[in-house]
């Protein structure tokens, strides 16, 4: 089992950044990769970005492409994501996920890929 645990969410005003936390604990080494994901009120969830456990992968969507950053500390066992240039579109909780093996190109955006899931961490942005 892995557990996930988010921070780093909050207010911010558009045009500012946050940067999320999720650190990973329990069997870290079967983790693959870990993704961010995003729900919106009366949306669904979405994928972000994702990025490999070993190796450079990493995928976003377009949506943040050029604005959110992924990266990983491996000696902390945790995963940031660094988001500047945030829009009130951005509000949403953002959650953190792990898996232990999928196809990029074809899994990485879908939510059923993958078998841990953080709680979830608010952010907020006001225009």
């Known amino acids: 089992q892995v557990q996930l645990v988010e921070s780093g969410g909050g207010l911010v005003q558009a045009g500012g950044s946050l940067r999320l936390s999720c650190a990973a604990s329990?069997?870290?080494?079967?983790?693959?990769?870990m993704g961010w994901f995003r729900q919106a009120p009366g949306k669904e969830r979405e994928a972000a970005a994702a990025?490999?456990?070993?190796?450079?992968?990493?995928y976003y969507a377009d949506s943040v492409k050029g604005r959110f950053t992924i990266s990983r500390d491996n000696a902390k066992n945790t995963v940031y994501l660094q988001m500047n240039s945030l829009k009130p579109e951005d509000t949403a909780v953002y959650y953190c996920?792990?898996?232990?093996?999928?196809?990029?190109?074809?899994?990485?955006?879908?939510?059923?890929?993958?078998?841990?899931w953080g709680q979830g961490t608010q952010v907020t942005v006001s225009s």
């Open positions: 996920a792990a898996d232990k093996s999928f196809v990029w190109t074809t899994d990485w955006k879908r939510i059923n890929t993958y078998d841990y």
């Open positions: 329990g069997r870290t080494s079967s983790i693959y990769a």
């Open positions: 990025i490999s456990w070993r190796g450079g992968t990493i």
